[in-house]
Each structure stands twice: as C-alpha cells, then as structure tokens.
C-alpha cells in the first residue's frame, strides 16, 4: 500500500525525531516536527517558512495577531519577526506532526523571474491557509524520496524547486513573492538580519547594517520595522534572550554564563530584559521548566 504524507512524516519522526522533537531530513532547511503532548510557550525568531500541519493543532502569535490552526492547514511566516507558539492538540497515539520547510530565497528568485509578473501582495508576516493538494503531493514526494538514496542527489534540487513552485503559485504565493524580487526591502533586510543572526553576542551596528541594505539610517530604520515588526536593537534583544533560554533549557547552563555568552555584561539587566519577555526571572522559568519536565515522565 502506497504511504501517505502523514504515515511517512509519522514513520520518519519516529525513528528520528531528536529529544526537542525536531526530525531533520536530507533536504536542507526541511525537517518534521513531532511532539506527543501540549507544549509549553515556545519563543522564536525564525527565518521564513511554511508549515504544513499534518496531524494535532497549534496556536502561533506575532503581537497583537493569532492563529489557531491544524491538520490540513499550512502557516506561512514571510519575515523573520519574533513569534510565541504552543502546540494545543497531541498524544502519544496522535502526536503533533508538522513539516517545516525554510523559504529559499534564491529558488523563490529564480522562479519569480520564469513565473512572470504575478502580483506582490504586502501582506502580515504570519498567514494560515489550507493547504492545497498540488503543494501536499509534492511534499509527499519530496518524503518518499528519503527512502531512495540513491536517487537523492540527482532529484532532490528538482523536487525542492517544485515545493516552492506550488508554494509561489497557491494562496501564499503573493506573500512569498517579496521574497525572490531582487533588491526588495524583504531582500535587502534580509541581508541585515542574516548579520544580526551571524553576530548577536556583539555590539550592534546600525551603520553597518544600514549598508549591508544598501540605506540611509533612517529609512533602513522604518523598513526594518515595517519587515521584522521590531527595531534592530529590539531584534537583536530578543535574538540574545531567545538563545540565553536555549542554552540554559538545553545546555544546562548557568544563568550568569547564558548571560555573558549572548553579550550582556549586567546580570541585572539580563534578568530585567529576560522577565519583560517570557514573564518570569530566569531562574523561575528553569524551575517551572523543569518542573514541567518531571511531571511528564
């Protein structure tokens, strides 16, 4: 019997799904998600992406917008802005299944240019839609193709191509679009956001940045706003606080040492910043983690 995108998605986690319930595949920036209980917050900045959920429910904010959504659904996240999920529905015997797939820029350039003008669509930074059979039937291939090894290098480029082809040309294809319009305030902060990523343990540096998007100060400023929802130091903020968790959640780390590894010289205003976003002290939070830890063994 043939295996569907979720029996093989189920099947692949199972086996490789690592202790956050990340299973990542042999195709770059794809990986499923798997989790077999209602999660805690989650904090993220993460890079553009689309989601397809195939079996559970998960609940995805960005400010003041939510999102309640499930299988069948996808989620799109056009920017890198700062996100609070949780997933809401999943068991042992259903876990939460989603297949995440990181938007690439350089595919999505070079099919904007073969797709003609079709028509950029400014729109939020987080979407859900309901995922179109074309996009889940190449997804489906694009699984199947983990058991062929061989065939792996000669087709995997092809049906990666083909994913977001579908991607570009669905309900999500006007939001995506900004993303392969070469010289695109998406484009060009996109530059300036790989640099905060690449360096956010160290001072942050407007001027740099501003030209790596080729503006002036101010108007980088308001476009990186109006991209990211957030101000670079704001961003970089989070970037910090967001690993410091990371490292003391999943390294075990001590507050003081997460604290100087992502740049902050003052504990005080490390615990300041870090209760502003996720709502408690640090050592709160890792008590209240690990407590939640404990009770679900």
């Known amino acids: 019997m043939t295996e569907t995108l979720l029996q093989i998605a189920s099947r692949y986690s199972a086996a490789h799904a690592d202790d956050k319930g990340i299973a990542n595949t042999p195709f770059v920036g794809v990986s499923i998600i798997r989790e077999t209980a209602p999660s805690a917050l989650l904090y993220a900045i993460s890079r553009p992406l689309v989601a397809l959920v195939l079996q559970g429910a998960k609940r995805v904010a960005t400010g003041r917008t939510s999102f309640d959504f499930g299988a069948g659904d996808s989620l799109l996240i056009a920017s890198d802005v700062p996100t609070v999920s949780q997933i809401t529905r999943a068991t042992a015997a259903a876990p939460y299944l989603s297949l995440v797939v990181e938007l690439d820029p350089t595919i999505i350039e070079g099919l904007v240019v073969e797709m003609g003008s079709l028509p950029f669509i400014p729109s939020r930074p987080l979407r859900v839609e309901p995922t179109e059979q074309e996009l889940a039937d190449a997804a489906l291939r694009l699984l199947r193709l983990i058991d062929r090894p061989s065939a792996l290098p000669i087709l995997r480029g092809q049906l990666m191509r083909e994913l977001h082809y579908w991607l570009l040309a669905g309900r999500h294809g006007g939001a995506i679009r900004a993303l392969g319009i070469a010289d695109s305030h998406a484009q060009r902060i996109g530059r300036a956001v790989a640099l905060i990523r690449a360096g956010y343990a160290k001072p942050?540096?407007?001027?740099?940045?501003?030209?790596?998007?080729?503006?002036?100060?101010?108007?980088?400023?308001?476009?990186?706003?109006?991209?990211?929802?957030?101000?670079?130091l704001q961003f970089q903020k989070q970037l910090r606080l967001i690993e410091a968790r990371r490292a003391m959640l999943a390294d075990g780390a001590q507050i003081a040492t997460a604290a100087h590894q992502v740049g902050y010289e003052s504990i005080t205003q490390f615990t300041r910043e870090y209760s502003r976003?996720?709502?408690?002290?640090?050592?709160?939070?890792?008590?209240?983690?690990?407590?939640?830890?404990?009770?679900?063994?």
């Open 204 to 232: 942050l540096r407007v001027d740099r940045l501003a030209r790596a998007a080729a503006m002036s100060p101010s108007a980088f400023h308001a476009h990186f706003r109006s991209v990211t929802s957030l101000t670079p």
């Open 277 to 297: 976003l996720f709502g408690m002290p640090p050592g709160r939070d890792m008590r209240e983690a690990k407590r939640r830890i404990e009770s679900a063994a």
